[in-house]
Every structure is written in structure tokens, then in C-alpha cells.
């Protein structure tokens, strides 16, 4: 599977308490926060190669960051909540790398 339809796909998987709650408890979660921990880096990696070009890899990169959604299992602000990481500053660090 090409890694540009992760943003494409993960809109459908929506989150259910159930899941959230097994994977709050669960001390077994390491394979689904590497697997997350994959996602945001590929993403980050394409928004940075491609920011001055503005196409397809780019505008796919940039929607899934700048997406307000916390529904979805793989959308960026789940996966920064599972990974205690700060989706304002990520997304303040993206808009300056945008820039320069």
C-alpha cells in the first residue's frame, strides 16, 4: 500500500470509547504508537519535501495536519494525544517551515 493513502484511508476509521478506553488502561500499546509514531513522521517528511511545490503530496500532508478532527483512530490530533505531543506547536512549527 502507497503511504500517500494513510490521510485517504484513516478518514473512514472512526475511534469508539472502547478502543480508546483499552488503549488508556493498556500497557501493551507499543506496536499502535510506533505504527502512529510512522504515520506522523511520514506525513512531516512529505510536507517538508514537497512544501514548495504545492501538489498533490503536499496539499494530502498539509489537509491532514491542519484537520481539526479527534474522532478518527489515525487523524493528527488522535495521534498526538496518544503520543502526548502538542498538535498547536507541531502545526506553528509546519506554517514556519512553510515560510523559510
Same mark, same amino acid.
Given at each position: 500500500?502507497?503511504?500517500?493513502?494513510?490521510?485517504?484511508?484513516?478518514?473512514?476509521?472512526?475511534?469508539?470509547?472502547?478502543?480508546?478506553?483499552?488503549?488508556?488502561?493498556?500497557? +501493551?500499546?507499543?506496536?499502535?504508537?510506533?505504527?502512529?509514531?510512522? !504515520?506522523?513522521?511520514?506525513?512531516? /517528511?512529505?510536507?517538508?519535501?514537497? %512544501?514548495?511545490?504545492?501538489?498533490?503530496?503536499?496539499?494530502?500532508?498539509?489537509?491532514?495536519?491542519?484537520? +481539526?478532527?479527534?474522532?478518527?483512530?489515525?487523524?493528527?490530533?488522535? !495521534?498526538?494525544?496518544?503520543?502526548? /505531543?502538542?498538535?498547536?506547536?507541531? %502545526?506553528?512549527?509546519?506554517?514556519?517551515?512553510?515560510?523559510?
Amino acid at each position: 500500500m502507497d503511504s500517500t493513502t494513510v490521510p485517504q484511508f484513516a478518514s473512514h476509521l472512526t475511534t469508539s470509547g472502547t478502543y480508546r478506553e483499552t488503549l488508556l488502561r493498556s500497557r +501493551s500499546v507499543e506496536p499502535e504508537r510506533k505504527l502512529m509514531l510512522a !504515520i506522523l513522521k511520514d506525513a512531516f /517528511l512529505k510536507y517538508k519535501k514537497h %512544501r514548495r511545490s504545492n501538489d498533490l503530496e503536499f496539499r494530502d500532508a498539509s489537509r491532514w495536519f491542519f484537520q +481539526s478532527n479527534v474522532d478518527h483512530v489515525f487523524s493528527f490530533e488522535y !495521534i498526538c494525544w496518544v503520543l502526548g /505531543l502538542s498538535p498547536n506547536r507541531i %502545526r506553528r512549527h509546519l506554517l514556519a517551515l512553510r515560510v523559510s
